[in-house]
């Protein structure tokens, strides 16, 4: 009989099986890698090092940086504040519909961002939709201002926060928020206290990746916004036009936005890996550490 103060050995990792399946697969796999690595590596030979800080500290560069980091910052919060409450709702049991509002989340991700852009102009346009009324009771033009490079880049981003943080709330234990409202707690209290400190990794993971695309965003803002130096011109759309008159000095805007994206991602790790949907769980004491 096992003494009751033994120790319960940690499980280990099951060895890869040998044979000609698995080298199949695992040059398959190195395929894969070499497909999303090797490009990298040619963007980071072609950099010049020696002349990257005076090309970086390029006026327009700056001001192209300083844009997009204002714009994909906005379009994050922005995302928090819709994103979230759309992810609690779609993690609900009890919604009829689930399936197509969660389709309707997920078109962004699959249409053409130009399209999205396209879609964007037609409603808020001033023949648009909803631009013809806006531009006639309130004089207000949205396309090619900041505020239309935020609202292409909330469109192209906003699924990738939403269906992190469903992931999470799916995966949370939910007998704390049970037990809180047998107490007599109100929902909103549950979701305040209990429910979003619970999935905090699920959000940081969310947001991580929402500024990330945001920070990235080309198709639907030049469609929507256009190319407006100071007002609209992004750092991807500085990268597009630098390609035909001066190339050096938009690899160094790539490799600059390579390092931004990067670097957000190196920092959110620790809540990001645990947030994402189908993340496993720490193994031991250790790894949770």
Do not use: I, K
């Not at 919604?95 to 249409?111: H, Y």
Request: net charge positive; hydrophobic share 55%.
């Amino acid at each position: 009989m096992r003494s009751p103060t033994a120790r319960t050995a940690p499980p280990t990792r099951t060895p890869l099986a040998t044979g000609w399946g698995t080298r199949v697969l695992v040059v398959l796999a190195a395929g894969g890698v070499a497909v999303l690595v090797l490009p990298l590596v040619a963007l980071l030979a072609a950099t010049p090092w020696r002349d990257l800080p005076a090309l970086v500290a390029d006026p327009a560069v700056l001001q192209a940086l300083r844009l997009s980091l204002l714009t994909a910052g906005s379009a994050t919060l922005v995302a928090l504040v819709l994103g979230v409450p759309l992810a609690w709702l779609l993690a609900r049991d009890d919604l009829r519909g689930a399936w197509l509002l969660r389709a309707l989340v997920t078109v962004p991700l699959v249409l053409p961002p130009v399209v999205g852009g396209v879609a964007l102009l037609l409603l808020l346009g001033r023949r648009g939709l909803l631009g013809s009324s806006l531009d006639a009771w309130f004089g207000l033009t949205v396309p090619f201002t900041s505020v239309a490079v935020v609202l292409a880049q909330v469109f192209v981003a906003l699924p990738f926060l939403v269906l992190s943080v469903e992931g999470a709330l799916r995966g949370a234990d939910r007998r704390r928020a049970l037990v809180a409202q047998t107490l007599g707690a109100s929902p909103a209290y549950v979701l305040r206290r209990v429910t979003l400190p619970a999935v905090a990794p699920g959000v940081a993971a969310g947001a991580a990746l929402c500024f990330t695309r945001a920070l990235g965003e080309f198709g639907a803002t030049v469609t929507f916004a256009g190319s407006f130096p100071g007002t609209t011109r992004t750092m991807p759309l500085a990268v597009y036009l630098a390609m035909d008159s001066a190339p050096e000095q938009a690899v160094a805007m790539s490799v600059l936005l390579l390092g931004l994206s990067v670097a957000v991602l190196v920092v959110m790790r620790g809540r990001w890996v645990g947030g994402l949907p189908g993340a496993r769980p720490p193994r031991s004491g250790q790894d949770a550490r």
